[in-house]
């Protein structure tokens, strides 16, 4: 039988190139949606570069990580790595505070999207409306047990102005800089970010 191929390696062999070419589709079709997602960001949008220690406090006490943020892509670790943002997201920023002032830290992502919503999309919304690129401030509380340490704690539409960069200072206001250069500030209220007046 010498030059003969056992059949059955012709099929393991073929069911190899088939699963090595559906891995090769999908791996370049995320890829290529990254690469149009980073693409369709206005020519003003900025995503910030950090890599950071961080300090979360929680009611079981103080856990330090690290904050790595690249090209829209966050990564948060402690010894290992705990969190990776999702790829359909391009995070312009991240800010750790005690926003509902609980006594313990959230996570504050400034995120660009498509779309408003989430995948429960009013049905009286465009459909073009899913793709368009629209920015959110996302609110995590923070528990380190957990297999995804951020648990959605508010998770805004889109956010009603244009922001540019976003800051947060030490009392927890959070100033948001559209490219015009207006400032708007924001604050938590009773549940979720409100605007707050400008300072006499
Ligand atoms: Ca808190």
Excluded at 77 to 96: G, H, M, N, Q, R
Excluded at 160 to 176: E, F
Aim: charged fraction near 25%; include cysteine.
């Amino acid at each position: 039988m010498t030059g003969a191929v056992p059949i059955d390696r012709l099929f393991r062999t073929a069911a190899l190139l088939a699963v090595a070419a559906v891995f090769a589709a999908c791996s370049g079709g995320i890829v290529t949606q990254r690469a149009h997602l980073l693409q369709d960001l206005p020519p003003w949008a900025e995503l910030h570069r950090q890599n950071d220690a961080a300090v979360i406090r929680t009611a079981a006490g103080e856990e330090r990580i690290s904050m790595v943020q690249q090209d829209g892509v966050l990564h948060i670790s402690s010894e290992e790595l705990l969190y990776t943002s999702k790829p359909e997201w391009a995070v312009a920023d991240s800010f750790v505070y005690d926003f509902d002032r609980d006594g313990s830290d959230e996570v504050m992502l400034h995120v660009w999207k498509r779309g408003s919503f989430g995948e429960h999309q009013p049905f009286w919304r465009k459909p073009d409306d899913k793709f368009r690129m629209t920015e959110h401030l996302f609110i995590f509380d923070w528990d380190g047990r957990r297999e995804n340490p951020l648990v959605p704690l508010w998770m805004s539409s889109q956010i009603p102005v244009q922001a540019q960069t976003v800051d947060v200072d030490d009392a927890g206001i959070i100033r948001i800089e559209a490219p015009d250069g207006s400032v708007t500030l924001w604050e938590w209220g009773s549940w979720g970010l409100v605007r707050r007046e400008e300072p006499a």
